[in-house]
């Protein structure tokens, strides 16, 4: 069974000492994974390495396996081709098209039910921080139904962080967001890599945040792919790293 | 120490055929499953073995040392061709074997003194039957090996068996029913062992539902052995059920521990139909697995 | 796996109609058959125990197919095949749901219904020990064929993979219920029914894990 805590929104359970020795440094490291799906390579040989407190934006046009790459990351997809490091399933939170809510339970019965399924028990004050950290508050005795698309990517986004796994499986988080919504996210996403967190992010857009290590990669076929003596992302986005 | 990020990729260009997708910086590759995973300059040079060529397999230019030969069966290819060669044999046999026991069974046996000339039908009959029992366990064994070591090969050959199978319980029942109706004056009763084999005929279909209805091949071919494998529990209700019920059908007449209680020319009819019926069905269930995998390996390319 | 249980009873709890369904089917197909064979007595009191037995067949079977299918519209399903658990917490979570929800209440309307039939009292209790055993083996099988069919169009597949494994436990359910309408003894085929519903119970929880994970993917 899996170990339960009782605690804080940040894991830190409540007999834990104040300053806590580091965790350890996790990376994830990825070595010539291949997937087929329906008689075709999606990819093939792909090897990338990510360490704490860095993440990978995923580009690429639609049907080029951005979802399949994450989902073989999470366990999914079969890994019959390549090996995978560092995302075991106690270590990952996934964030799917799909939110992952019931539609007939309310906001927080979704977050408290599912983060318990994960093996946290987060405490009722832990609870209502999640929801207001994503700006759910008001709506937590909604029930899914009828929240909106937003609100309920809101609500998933608060599932993922309040999971506190360290590796974040995200596809298309910011779908259906509006500008309120991915600033949340952001905030979100930086706090996690600050504390030491990895991400895999799937996005069609640039993400602009200030942060200081990304990795981006870009999946699809070759006849889509910008010349690759222009940068495939704006300028203006400090997203992506220059080596 | 991570890898670093935006560099240029290096082009692979593909052949007409294949799929054009490829990984980013960090480093990776494209291709279809048809190409071989050589490098691009060797990959327009080699030209393909074999229809089924897939780039998995080990080449081909080698001959297969003594040791590795049933295992290297596990190949598509290879099975391909030892099931071409074989196939033929087989179905001569079939028909050789089958023309023997049908002469033996209908010409040479003696009439039975209680059922008259009806219990020919035996030879049909109890054959089919075993052949019924038999295959199901051949395939719920390739389930297993396909579920286990995720063999290619392996979910082919259920799905070849499966079909025979069922046309050999058909058999069964048929003639079983028309054995029934002058021997015992019904053409059905609800034993056991009937039932029994009437379940095995609904199960040999359930699985041919299942794994039409799914059209991704590899859930498909996972879910029907799934399936078949929890059905297995029935192979041997049906043989033990005329020992372990009450049931109007008669018991085994062929037996391990003991001496038959037919005559050596019934019996001699009745192996002979078992032969030809076992070679029928290898013949067929090789042959329907070759086209299984040319079906296979056209719907993989794009 | 608890708190998978509790999420699932939960969601069960919010949609009574769901549990309504089945059991108000199970009724109306034994109500059926006395309409269409006609009153006598004797016929009735011979027929029952087969009756209820397939009518509650049917009705747990036909249920089914929802068992897997909102949560995985939803996206919950591959949540919780992901949670520490595994495929296998969700099937016995969902599996015991679907049992208290739609088997129970069938245990407890079967001798509601046996008086219809004009069954003996020994037989009306043989019949609902029977059905109490012969449920759980018919939710686990059902959970089989959801999870194979899961996500597949029509709903009959289901019930053409399933009802051939269900028999056993039909013919020595409705056998020993039957065996006690005539005064003879129940225990041996109750015994076999319970040996059904053992095997069901050690052999099918993981195939139908397995089978939901394939339907994941």
Redesign the interface.
Known sequence: MAHRERGDLDGRAATDAPDAPDAPRRALR?ERLGC?R??????????????AG?ALAL?GPNG??KSSLLRQLAGLLPR?HGVVEGAAPADLAYLAHQNGLSLDLSARENLALATRIGGRDLSPAALEAALEEVGLRQAAATPARRLSQGQRRRLALARVRASARPLWLLDEPTAALDGDGEQVFARLLTAHLEAGGLAVVATHQALALPLP???????????S?PD??I??APAASPM???? | ?????????A???TDAVG???????????????ADAPASHARQAARPRAHLLDHPLDPPLDQPLARPRRWRALASPVVFDRWAARVVPWFAGAAALLGAAGLWIGFVVAPTDHQQGEVYRLIYLHVPAAWMSMFLYLVAALHAALG?IY?TRLSPVMARALVPTGAVFTAIALWTGAAWGKPTWGTWWVWDARL?SEL?LL??Y???L??VS??D??R?AD??GA??L???V??VP?IYFSVKWWNTLHQGASIRFDAAPSMASSMLAGMLLMALACWAYAIAVSLARARCLLRERHL???? | MLALLHRDLLLAARRPADALGPLVFFALVACLFPLAIGPDPALLAVLGPGVIWVAALLAMLLSQYRLFEADLADGSLEQAVLAPGGALAVVAAKTLTHWLSTGAPLVVAAPLLALQYDLAPTATGVLALALLIGTPALSLLGA?GAA??LG???HV?LA??V???C??TL?FGSGATTAAQQGLAAGPQLSLLGAALL?SLV??PW?TA??LR??V?
């Open positions: 990825v087929a329906g008689g075709r390579w999606l990819f093939r040989d792909l090897s990338f390495e990510l360490h860095q580009r080029s396996g019959e290590r990304c990795i981006a990669l870009t999946l699809g076929p070759a006849s792919r690759p003596g940068a495939p992506e790293f220059a080596p | 120490m991570s890898m670093t990020g935006i560099a240029p990729l082009t692979t260009s799929d054009m997708t490829r990984s980013g910086a960090p480093h990776g590759r494209s291709g279809d499953l579920l995720r039932t379940l609904f199960l279909l359930g699985y539902a299942l209805a799914i991704d091949v859930r996972r879910a799934l399936l494998l929890v059905g529990v029935n209700v719907e993989a390319l794009p | 089989f194979l069919t597949l169009r029509g597949l053409l993979i009802l051939p494994l028999v056993p013919i095997v052999t099918l195939a397995a089978a394939l339907a993917e």
